[in-house]
């Protein structure tokens, strides 16, 4: 599996890095939250170590990116010095899986996280069937009539909204903060150009039961194909 590390602490990102990838796990370490964040367009991750004091930011900033950008799915474990019950609270109740306190101890640690790794295989969700539309998000990969779309990282996100938002108008301004966070060069012609894309690859003009409308002066919004 793929971890990220997001700690500040260069002797404390070492020590994680070396527990992590002694059970066979890859491992990439970010200092900072930014960092991460960037990251996060172009590649992906299994599993996520967070700090909450970062030099950037706080670690509730990260998490709250990864949880819209990339869901629920994804186990986030902070490790962190903050001791009191207040904090540790305030870390689950945002959506943290667990939390851990410095110093790390190494089989605490990983009892931790298999546990949650153990979770995660048993709520494994089953793919989303729309029409001829397959979408497989743990494994992230689309089908349409049985063939898999090669699609992009942000086409695949881009899809995934479609579809859990079928029949609601989706405003451009909405779709770019959930796809592109934070992204300062995407404008509404960047949600524009892969929209047209995904119609074209996913058949959302009808051809696989599903049409993607644009909605004047508003945004997009996913139908099925009416029956009548």
Known sequence: MNFAVIEDSR??????????????HQVEVFSDGRSCIE?????S?????????????GGDEVLKHIRETIGWDVPVIFCTSRTSEEDAADMLRLGA????????????FMARVQSLLRRRQCISPTPMRYGAIEI?????????????????????????????????????????????ARDAEVDTRTV???????????????????????VYGQGYRLDPVSQD
């Open 11 to 24: 002797s404390q990102a070492e020590v994680l890095k070396a527990i992590i990838k002694s059970e066979g």
């Open 39 to 43: 990251a996060l367009k172009t590649q």
């Open 45 to 57: 991750f299994d599993f996520f170590v967070l700090d909450w004091i970062l030099p950037d930011m």
């Open 97 to 108: 899986d667990d939390y851990m306190m410095k110093p790390i101890r190494y089989m605490e």
């Open 136 to 180: 497989d998000t743990e494994g992230r990969r689309i089908r349409m009539t049985g063939k898999e779309v090669d699609l992009t990282q942000r086409e695949f996100d881009l899809a995934v909204v479609f579809i859990k938002n079928i029949g609601r108008v989706l405003p451009r301004e909405e779709l770019m903060l959930r796809i592109w």
């Open 192 to 214: 524009d150009t892969h929209a047209s894309r995904l119609r074209k690859k996913l058949g959302l003009n009808g051809e696989s039961g599903m049409v993607l409308t644009s």
